[in-house]
C-alpha cells in the first residue's frame, strides 16, 4: 500500500466519524455510537472505502490508550478513597452478577466448556465485557434532574469509578490467564507486583509532577511529560507484567488525577484524543464489526446480551443496595443508574479481538448494548424519580 493512502483514509474516517457523531448526538444517543456507525458504513462490511491496515490498528492502540489515560484523569480520587463499604460492595456485586451472567449466557448458545479451555476463557470474557459501567450518560441525567448531589446519585458515581477499577483488574486476571503458557500463580503475582510498584513509583512521580506543577503552573511540559508517562507504564504493564496496556495508562492517568493542573493536563489531551484518535478508534470498531457473517443465532445471541447485560446490572446492585440499607425504589434506581455501558465496554471488547478472545461478529451486540442502555437509562430514572421523589 502507498503511503500516501493513509491520509485518503484519515480523512474519509474523521470526515464520517464526526458527521454521524453529530447525528448521533442530535439523536440523544452517545457520539461513539455515531462514529462506530460511520466505521461501519466506510467499511468492508459496507461501502469499502477504507480497510483495516497495520496503521490504522496501530493508531486505534494510541486511542485506546489516551482514553484509558483520560478516564484515569477525571477520577476523583477523594472521593474514591471516602466512599464507604456501600459503593465498594455496590460495585463488587455490580461486576460479579454481570460476569457470571454473562459466561452462561455464553455457554447457554455454544455449551459448557471446560475450566481453564480456550472456550472457557472466551465465555468468562463475554461476563467481562458486560461488567463495566460508563456513568456519563447516568450523570447527566442526574445533573438535569438536581439529583446528583442526593444520596443515591452520589452512591452510583462512587460505586461506577470503583466498578470500572475492579473491571480493569478483571480484564487483567482473564487475559493473563489466557496466555496457554501461564501458570494462575505467576498472574496473580505480576498483576498485585504492578499495582504495588505503580502505587510506589506513583506516589513518588506524584510529588515531581506536583512540584513543576507549582514551579510551572498551566505550561505545556506538563501535560507533555503526563503523555510520556501515559505511554510509559502502558508499555511496562505490557512488556514486563503481561497484564493490558490500558491498565498502566488508566494507573497513569489515577497518578496524577490530583494534581492542581489534572484538568488542564486532561483538556490538552482531549485536543488530540477528540480531533484524531478517538475517532479512529471507535470508527475501527465499525471497520472490524464483521455483519457479512451475521446470522440469527448471532441476532438471538446479541438480543440475550443485551438483556442479560441490563437485569444483571439492576439485579447485582438491586440487591447489595437492599442489603446495605436501602429503600426499594432507591435499590432500583442505583441498579438502573448503573446499567448504561459505553467507551469501556468498547476498549474491554478491542483487546479481547487483539488477543483473540473475541470475534469481531459480536462486536454487534456491545453496539446494540450501549445504543439501548444509553436510551432507556436517563428515561427510566426520569420516571423512576417522578415516581419515587428522593
Not at 477523594?78 to 454481570?98: D, H, M, S
Not at 452462561?104 to 455454544?110: K, Q, R, T
Not at 507504564?233 to 488525577?257: P, R, S, W
Amino acid at each position: 500500500m502507498e503511503v500516501y493512502n493513509v491520509f485518503k483514509d484519515l480523512a474519509i474516517i474523521i470526515v464520517f466519524a464526526k458527521f454521524f457523531g453529530v447525528i448521533a448526538r442530535k439523536c440523544k444517543a452517545p457520539q461513539v455510537v455515531g462514529e462506530i456507525i460511520a466505521g461501519l458504513l466506510i467499511g468492508p462490511s459496507v461501502l469499502g472505502l477504507v480497510q483495516q491496515t497495520d496503521f490504522l490498528t496501530g493508531m486505534a492502540e494510541v486511542g485506546v490508550v489516551l482514553l484509558m489515560f483520560s478516564a484515569g484523569l477525571e477520577t476523583d480520587l477523594k472521593e474514591l478513597i471516602k466512599t464507604g463499604p456501600k459503593a465498594f460492595l455496590i460495585a463488587c456485586f455490580g461486576v460479579f452478577f454481570p460476569l457470571v451472567f454473562g459466561a452462561l449466557l455464553y455457554m447457554g448458545f455454544y455449551g459448557a466448556a471446560p475450566w481453564g479451555s480456550e472456550e472457557f476463557y472466551k465465555a468468562v470474557f463475554i461476563g467481562v465485557i458486560m461488567t463495566a459501567t460508563s456513568v456519563s450518560i447516568t450523570v447527566q441525567s442526574l445533573k438535569e434532574m438536581g439529583r446528583l448531589k442526593g444520596t443515591v446519585g452520589t452512591t452510583i458515581v462512587s460505586a461506577a469509578i470503583i466498578d470500572d477499577v475492579i473491571g480493569i483488574v478483571v480484564l487483567t486476571f482473564v487475559i493473563g490467564f489466557k496466555n496457554p503458557d501461564s501458570n494462575p500463580l505467576n498472574v496473580i503475582i505480576n498483576t498485585g507486583l504492578f499495582f504495588i510498584l505503580a502505587g510506589g513509583i506513583g506516589f513518588l512521580l506524584y510529588k515531581v509532577f506536583s512540584k513543576a506543577d507549582t514551579m510551572f503552573p498551566h505550561t505545556r511540559r506538563i501535560p507533555i511529560m503526563a503523555l510520556a508517562l501515559c505511554f510509559f507504564l502502558a508499555y511496562v504493564a505490557e512488556k514486563y507484567f503481561g497484564i493490558a496496556d490500558i491498565t498502566g495508562a488508566y494507573v497513569a492517568g489515577i497518578i496524577l488525577c490530583s494534581l492542581k493542573d489534572s484538568k488542564y493536563v486532561d483538556e490538552k489531551m482531549e485536543v488530540s484524543s477528540y480531533m484524531i484518535f478517538g475517532p479512529v478508534f471507535f470508527a475501527s470498531i465499525g471497520l472490524k464489526t464483521n455483519i457479512q457473517s451475521f446470522n440469527m443465532n448471532i441476532l438471538l445471541f446479541s438480543i440475550g446480551f443485551v438483556l442479560v447485560a441490563l437485569l444483571a446490572k439492576i439485579i447485582g446492585c438491586g440487591f447489595i443496595s437492599k442489603v446495605c440499607g436501602f429503600k426499594w425504589n432507591e435499590c432500583l434506581k442505583i441498579g438502573v443508574g448503573m446499567m448504561t455501558r459505553g467507551e469501556v465496554a468498547l476498549i474491554v471488547s478491542q483487546k479481547g479481538l487483539s488477543v483473540g478472545l473475541l470475534s469481531s461478529e459480536y462486536f454487534t451486540a456491545v453496539i446494540l448494548l450501549i445504543i439501548i442502555s444509553s436510551i432507556s437509562t436517563p428515561i427510566i430514572l426520569k420516571v423512576l424519580y417522578s415516581k419515587f421523589a428522593e
